[in-house]
């Protein structure tokens, strides 16, 4: 396997062209163009690979306009890793054909000046903190604009108070467990530090012992998806350091999927590298996701015992899967048990659930326009359910939904699992 | 790649455009290199220009602009068809249903259902299942093709031999036709009404009469019980004669369907495990529906003859899950396919019943004669196998020699008294194989059939019937050696 082809080239061959795809694909549903399809995008990796294609403008379109939900993955009985070859493909293509000079200004202040810096995440949030309090964001918008849809759609950061960190050791409750390391990962504690509090306090309550990797900032999945495999590479090694310091054989939890997803695959990404091979695969093998961790039946039989129905979740609440867990790291049943165990909760099914909302990551700032196409059919699928809160596991898909369901006004909560389970937690 | 053929002009693809969006024209060059074939690898072809209506008038209008831009036209669903039906033609355009996926009525007390060509198969089952209703023909690919697709194919899949080829459950049509007109054939209550019934060569035609936009289909009502039963032998011979004698005793099963030991090791290997055994040379998988009694006497009656052709384990269940899974396997069976080597050749041919195991066998002889694999998967109930032979399409040798083992196995089936195909059509695929079934005068018939529809040759030229003479293939209807043991349809 060579990053320098355009596509890992045997697992193309992998693809015998049965269509089976097609109609789990977000960008086929939107477009009915078999271009815009896994089959179609496999068929032009291949071309290009082959030299019967060249990438140009429509091949880059067409890699772009991918979501990499992973849903094709789930339905191919080829076993094509599409998830992967998209990867690859995206940093073929940065080297192939190098974006203009303010997407590179962009990618660099995104990729290395502000994901992987504490001190830059701390900084955008402030900022973006102050553009929304003063309202700026009504007055560049129009003036950036489709661009301008970016500030309309990014979250709106909390108060500098929910930011903090994770602490570095939360004790476990009542008997010991053993460890576990979480991450606390790069937006998620600018964003989302009170799901990282829940998970921390959610895991004490089954017996944990909690450890966080303050060094630590970012995973390098968001690299990876797009294409900066160096950086991504960089990062992975990193991450394995800095974990394997804190504490080198406990399990890693995750409360993000699209970070578990890519974490699991540590192996993979470090496999031409002959020195930390081993010791990535050794790591990808320790990471759960949260969901998979407090389904297991020791945790599972804790959790019965301190949840309780005081959580104030009123009218149904309903299941969405995360992409990046159900298709990524197959992850499907362990969630909807767990909200099954909490009492007073009234759980339904979304049709649809495991098809993407259209978040992927940075996506929804790339192609705004796209992103949101994708998540319509979504809000459809949520009002049919008349669920009243919506239940995920990634910071990405928790923003996405909680864009759409503000655009609708319907006013359903939108909620991280850990964030139910430890509404539910009876005091000891 | 690149076609020499006939560029479409700025205004007529300013004119496509105005009709069915900018989203629905794929214009250039890699857009459209995605359709340069079907789920029929061995043959591809450049599109002039793919073109994507949403509704019928959308359709009508722009068959008429691509008329006078003088294009033909090759009708595509999602492209999973198996014999190159879908693949674009010289100097042709693709207009594709796939974005006509909107299922416009379902009437639960008359038990029909309008739908758009482009609704996925499964779609149509899930929209009616509310109403305790179903759509019978099942195509293994049956969560990616299209209804227009399915009426392409006179599509069937494993249910066939219970509830019939799609041709039995169509009821009317929408259709353009070369000039760019919309005609409607039959309807929901048009049975009998006394017209010629123009349905049945619709029904089958592989878009060569017009594009069907819309279809009019009967649904069935959910049978009471259905139970789903795996038998395990230890020879695939055995498995065959187990199902010739299924069917002498007259057992009506709703689905028979037959996995070699090749075909369960890649299903197994695959995210589509089935929990087919691995000790097990073959496996039946048979589906027995109606009322409590009478599943209960059939599966019994089943399980009885698989035990007495030597099948060494029996299970059974109707637990809705684990039914799912076992189907599931079956179904992603071609696809798993690519775990053995990165192209695939699936025959589909029928067979007498009562011949399946010479056919299998012949199947098998001309493979290891070829030094190819492979693997067998297929309908044993309506005698519809599918040799499935793996190869690489960049070894030139190799796909002669799998074109050669699949004209082979053509012979030998319609040396049984079988035919070419069950429901994949003759497409590119098996056109010169018409010369085998049929004489000259047979396709001069046909062919004038199709020229009654269409006098210029607009939709889908080239495919189906032969395009040289059967004199010139070198080729005449093979003798059939003995007579058919029983109607194998």
């Known amino acids: 396997m060579t990053r320098e082809s355009l596509v890992d080239h045997a697992r193309a061959l992998d693809c015998i062209h049965c269509g089976l795809c097609l109609t789990t694909c977000p960008t086929y549903q939107l477009t009915g163009s078999e271009t815009s399809s896994p089959r179609g995008r496999i068929h032009l990796m291949r071309a290009v690979a082959e030299g019967r294609a060249e990438p140009d403008a429509t091949f880059e379109d067409e890699m772009n306009f991918c979501l990499v939900c992973r849903h094709c993955e789930s339905v191919c009985p080829a076993g094509v890793e599409f998830g992967a070859m998209m990867e690859f493909s995206r ?81 476990a409750e009542g008997p010991a467990r053993g460890t576990v390391l979480v991450l606390d990962g790069c937006v998620m504690p600018e964003l989302f530090g009170r799901v990282n509090r829940a998970m921390a306090d959610v895991l004490a309550a089954t017996g944990r012992e909690v450890r966080s990797v303050p060094k630590h900032v970012c995973c390098g999945a968001l690299h990876a998806h797009n294409g900066e495999l160096d950086q991504a590479e960089d990062l992975a090694r990193l991450t394995i350091a800095q974990f394997n310091e804190v504490d080198d054989s406990a399990p890693v939890v995750i409360d993000s999927a699209g970070c578990g997803a890519h974490m699991k695959e540590y192996g993979r990404l470090l496999a031409n590298d002959p020195e930390w091979r081993d010791r990535a695969s050794a790591f990808a093998a320790r990471v759960v996701d949260l969901t998979e961790e407090l389904a297991a039946p020791e945790a599972t039989a804790r959790l019965q015992e301190r949840l309780g129905d005081g959580h104030g979740i009123d009218g149904p609440v309903t299941w969405d899967d995360p992409c990046h867990l159900c298709h990524g790291q197959g992850v499907r049943e362990q969630p909807r048990h767990l909200l099954d165990l909490v009492p007073g909760l009234e759980r339904v099914e979304m049709p649809g659930a495991d098809s993407c909302c259209g978040s992927a990551g940075i996506y929804t700032v790339l192609r705004p326009e796209d992103s949101l196409e994708v998540l319509d059919p979504k809000l459809e699928s949520l009002e049919s359910t008349g669920a009243r809160t919506l239940v995920t596991a990634n910071p990405g898909c928790h923003q996405q939904w909680q864009i759409g369901v503000g655009k609708t006004g319907k006013g359903v909560e939108v909620l991280h699992l850990a964030e139910v389970l430890e509404r539910a937690l009876k005091p000891r | 790649m690149g076609s020499d053929g006939k560029q479409i002009s700025r205004r007529h693809l300013a004119e496509l455009e105005r009709i069915v969006g900018k989203k629905g024209v794929r214009a250039d060059p890699t857009a459209r290199s995605a359709y340069e074939s079907d789920a029929f690898m061995l043959q591809r072809a450049s599109a002039e220009v793919i073109v994507l209506p949403r509704t019928t008038a959308e359709a009508a209008a722009a068959i008429k602009v691509l008329r006078e831009a003088g294009l033909v ?70 969560t990616a093709c299209t209804i227009g697709g399915n009426v392409g194919n006179n599509s069937g899949g494993p249910h066939g031999f219970k509830y019939g080829s799609t041709n039995r459950h169509v009821l009317g049509l929408t259709m353009v036709d070369s000039r760019g007109e919309v005609i409607q054939l039959g309807g929901p209550g048009a049975a009998g009404d006394g017209d010629l019934d123009l349905l049945g060569p619709v029904v089958g035609s592989e878009g060569m009469l017009g594009l069907v936009t819309e279809v009019t289909v009967q649904l069935l009502p959910r049978p009471e019980k259905v139970e789903t039963l795996l038998c395990l032998f230890e020879s695939l011979d055995a498995c065959c004669d187990a199902v010739s004698e299924m069917i002498a005793r007259r057992l009506e099963p709703s689905a028979i369907e037959i996995l070699d030991r090749l075909t369960i090791e890649a299903v197994e290997a695959s995210v589509l495990r089935a929990g087919y055994p691995d000790n097990a040379e073959a496996v039946m998988l048979v589906e027995v529906e109606g009322g409590d009694e009478e599943v209960d006497a059939t599966s019994a009656d089943v399980i009885e003859v698989a035990r007495a052709f030597g099948a060494f384990d029996t299970r059974r269940t109707t637990d809705p899950a684990e039914r799912k899974r076992l189907w599931a396997g079956r179904k992603g069976a071609f696809g798993a396919m690519g775990r053995i080597a990165p192209d695939l050749y699936v025959a589909d041919v029928v067979a007498p019943r009562t011949r399946l195991r010479e056919i299998v066998s012949a199947a098998t002889v001309a493979c290891r004669e070829r030094n190819l694999k492979l693997a067998n998967v297929f309908h044993a109930g309506d005698g519809n196998l599918h040799p499935n032979i793996s190869y690489d399409r960049r070894d030139a040798d190799e796909v002669r020699r799998v074109l050669e083992a699949g004209r082979i196995i053509m012979e030998a089936c319609v040396a049984a008294g079988g035919s070419l195909t069950g429901e994949h059509g003759i497409g590119l695929e098996k056109q010169d194989e018409m010369c085998l079934v049929f004489s000259d005068d047979d396709l001069e018939a046909m062919d004038q059939l199709r020229a009654a529809f269409d006098p210029d040759a607009f939709w889908n030229p080239g495919k189906m019937l032969p395009v040289r003479g059967c004199r010139e293939i070198h080729t005449r209807p093979l003798p059939v050696q003995a007579p058919a043991a029983e109607d194998a349809s």
């Open chain 1, 91 to 171: 940093g073929a293509l940065l080297e192939r054909r190098p974006p203009g000079p303010l997407a590179r200004l962009a990618r660099w202040v995104g990729f290395r000046g502000i994901l992987v810096r504490r001190a830059g995440l701390r900084l955008a949030a402030v900022g973006l903190r102050a553009v929304q309090l003063l309202r700026l964001d009504a007055i560049t918008s129009p003036l950036l604009g489709l661009r301008g849809q970016i500030f309309r759609n990014l979250p709106r950061v909390p108060s500098a108070r929910e930011r903090r960190p994770l602490p570095p050791v939360t004790e």
């Open chain 2, 73 to 142: 036209v090759v009708p595509r669903g999602a492209g999973t068809g198996l014999s190159g039906g879908a693949r674009p033609v010289e100097n042709g355009a693709i207009v594709g249903t796939a974005r006509m996926r909107d299922v416009l009525e379902v009437n639960a007390e008359d038990r029909y259902a309008r739908v758009q060509a482009g609704v996925v198969n499964v779609h149509l089952t899930a929209a009616c299942a509310d109403a305790g209703l179903f759509y019978g023909p099942d195509p293994s690919s049956q």
